[in-house]
């Protein structure tokens, strides 16, 4: 594996951030706090790889230009805004959802779980679109 593949992994590691998502809210909505806990662990883990793989590329490659075509540009750059915004609120949001439940203070938790798990979902989904675009959709030429 090379720095080259590194988009591609984090593509795959934020669509199973994605699945886990949904299945820990499924989870919860069964009252299955079991799964519900595994679940949203397991996207923690998940996506603090994907964190670290994603700082890896690109601290080795720089920035990847969305160039064309250009009558698409506006809405790609609009997108990346929205997931780049969400994606650095996110953070803070996750360590204080995950503090409150390992500390069993399950309404506290709920309180803020209510806002972290859409942005969280919406960061995940985002991040693999951009991927898309980036490279399936508009395969950008260096």
Excluded: K
Excluded at 10 to 28: D, E, M, Q
Excluded at 40 to 64: D, E, K, N, R
């Amino acid at each position: 594996m090379n720095y080259t593949d590194l988009p591609h992994l984090n593509a795959a590691l934020n669509a199973t951030s994605t699945l886990l998502l949904v299945a820990g809210y499924v989870g919860i909505r069964r009252h299955r706090r079991t799964a519900h806990r595994n679940c949203m662990v397991a996207a923690c883990v998940t996506s603090l790889a994907f964190l670290i793989s994603y700082l890896t590329y690109h601290a080795q490659v720089g920035h990847t230009r969305f160039t064309d075509p250009a009558w698409f540009r506006p809405y790609y750059l609009a997108l990346l805004l929205t997931h780049l915004v969400g994606a650095v609120a996110i953070l803070p949001l996750v360590l204080v959802t995950l503090w409150r439940a390992m500390r069993g203070q399950f309404e506290r938790h709920r309180v803020v779980a209510r806002w972290t798990w859409p942005l969280w979902l919406y960061v995940s989904v985002s991040g693999v679109l951009v991927y898309w675009l980036l490279y399936h959709l508009f395969p950008q030429r260096a």
